[in-house]
């Protein structure tokens, strides 16, 4: 098997990136995809965390 990777690096505190508007349009579109009603942008980011 061939090794792909040297590193790979997970960032769950945001230091490295700031996800938070890619987490918050992944509820919405979550909520969207199930039929509910999809939150703020405000309301979506206020539950990250």
């Keep these: 098997m ?3 990777y ?3 690096v997970f960032d769950w505190d945001g230091t490295v ?3 938070t508007a ?3 349009t ?5 909520c969207r995809d199930l ?3 999809v ?5 979506a980011r206020h539950v990250i965390g």
């Design 35 to 37: 039929g509910l009603t």
């Design 2 to 4: 061939n090794k792909r």
């Design 17 to 19: 990136m700031d996800s």
């Design 6 to 8: 040297d590193l790979i």
């Design 22 to 24: 890619i987490i918050a």
């Design 26 to 30: 992944s509820i919405q579109s979550a």
């Design 39 to 43: 939150p703020t942008d405000e309301a």
